[in-house]
Each structure stands twice: as C-alpha cells, then as structure tokens.
C-alpha cells in the first residue's frame, strides 16, 4: 500500500504561480512512476505531468513549458511547479503513484486560478 498527502493549493490570480507537494509514505519502494492529474466538475480526471523513478518526464501539451514535475527520492515527495497560471488550470489536482500494477491517488487539493 501506498499513502498520498498533497500540499500547496490555493487561490492565486492568473499569471501567478503555486507549487503542489505529494509526500509518500507506505510501500514507496516498490513505486513506478508518480504524476499529478487534475478533474473539474464538467471533465474526467486527465493526465497532467509524469515522472518515472530515473527521472523521465512527460506532460500534457497544455501544460508543456509552463509546469515542471519533479522528484526527490530522498525525500519520497513529487512536485508540481506550476507558473503562468490560466483560469483554465482552475481543477482539483490528484496526485498519483502506480506500484505493482495498481494505482494509489491523494486526496486532492484545490486550485483556483482567477482572471
């Protein structure tokens, strides 16, 4: 088992920034990859930015440029720098980690973006 706390929502005008913190804590070596995804009301939960244990990124295109993940195994936490904020990235961001074939998610954190 895998446990997920996420950290760093809030409100925040846009072209401002938040960075989001996911710590694990559990089964954490047995974790591939780790990644934050985001839902609103009206959309499915969509992939935001991913990151394997040696460090390979990926990110959705509306996000490329704008978004770093990244990790600190030491610390057993995943980041989501997130700068030049839209409204658009108004959602709730999950964070995620896939061990052993199985998907483990946080709680989820608000973040708003206003115009």
């Known amino acids: 088992q895998v446990q997920l706390v996420e950290s760093g929502g809030g409100l925040v005008q846009a072209g401002g920034s938040l960075r989001l913190s996911c710590a694990a804590s559990?089964?954490?070596?047995?974790?591939?990859?780790m990644g934050w995804y985001r839902q609103t009301p009206e959309k499915q939960r969509d992939l935001v930015a991913v990151?394997?244990?040696?460090?390979?990124?990926n990110y959705a295109d509306s996000v490329k440029g704008r978004f770093t993940i990244s990790r600190d195994n030491a610390k057993n936490t995943v980041y989501l720098q997130m700068n030049s904020l839209k409204p658009e990235d108004t959602a709730v961001y999950y964070c995620?980690?896939?061990?052993?074939?199985?998907?483990?998610w946080g709680q989820g954190t608000q973040v708003t973006v206003s115009s």
């Open positions: 995620n980690a896939f061990s052993r074939g199985f998907n483990f």
């Open positions: 559990g089964s954490i070596f047995t974790i591939n990859t």
């Open positions: 990151i394997s244990g040696g460090g390979t990124t």
